[in-house]
């Protein structure tokens, strides 16, 4: 199984950077994923890193470091419509999607 | 595109009824997976298939059964709803290393 940890909430001003770390222990990586979720709805896909590094899309970047177990996603420039939950999920070999409980984000003017 | 659907979309139900949520999904993807959410909890698995005619568990699988007979449909059961599985059940699908695409989710209310 996994053990993910994330931070519970994070507050931010408009037009600052936020990141978020989340940590893992795993006996099966194949992947890590963030996924952005606004309150009543789905969870929608953001990122995914296999291999160490960082992978930039917009203005959110995740970065992976296997051997650190250890992930950040990145939001730049925060909008107001960024408030929401960021949800870290790893992959086992199986397929199957472990997820930590989430960060609140939110936006203040 | 109507991706992944999930019906109904709420239910309320009094302790010890049955019902069975359906999944269906339009893009011809290997595995699909129930999830459950509560409040701190984050998205738990409850079960999940990597194809047609074959189930496995998750994390959280007692109380819940499913079923896999057509390719897009991973249809999920409560035998005996108890007040414990109040909750907002989110179906997902994948294939190969894609990300996971969710649905818009059940919420389920046991009174």
């Known amino acids: 199984g996994q053990n993910i940890d994330q931070p519970t909430e994070m507050t931010a001003t408009e037009g600052a950077i936020v990141q978020i770390n989340c940590t893992y222990q795993t006996s099966g990586f194949n992947g890590l994923f963030w996924y952005q979720q606004h309150a009543g709805e789905a969870p929608t896909f953001l990122s995914y890193n296999v291999l160490d590094g960082l992978e930039e899309k917009g203005r959110f970047s995740s970065f992976l470091s296997r051997s650190k177990g250890y992930s950040y996603l990145l939001l730049k420039e925060l909008q107001m419509k960024d408030s929401a939950s960021y949800l870290c999920?790893?992959?086992?070999?199986?397929?199957?999607?472990?997820f930590g409980a989430g960060t609140t984000v939110t936006v203040r003017a | 595109n109507a991706g992944v659907t999930q019906t109904p979309k709420f239910r309320v139900l009094k302790t010890g009824q049955s019902m069975t949520l359906l999944c269906a999904q339009d893009?011809?993807?290997?595995?699909m997976y129930w999830y459950r959410q509560d409040p701190g909890m984050g998205l738990r698995l409850i079960h999940y298939s990597v194809g047609e005619g074959t189930t496995a568990k998750g994390e959280v699988p007692d109380g819940y059964n499913v079923s896999r007979l057509k390719k897009q449909n991973f249809l999920l059961g409560l035998e005996s709803a108890a007040p414990s599985q109040t909750s907002v059940y989110f179906c997902a699908s994948a294939t190969g290393n894609q990300p996971q695409h969710f649905g818009d989710g059940t919420r389920l209310s046991i009174l």
């Open positions: 999920a790893v992959r086992e070999r199986d397929y199957k999607l472990s």
């Open positions: 893009m011809n993807h290997e595995y």
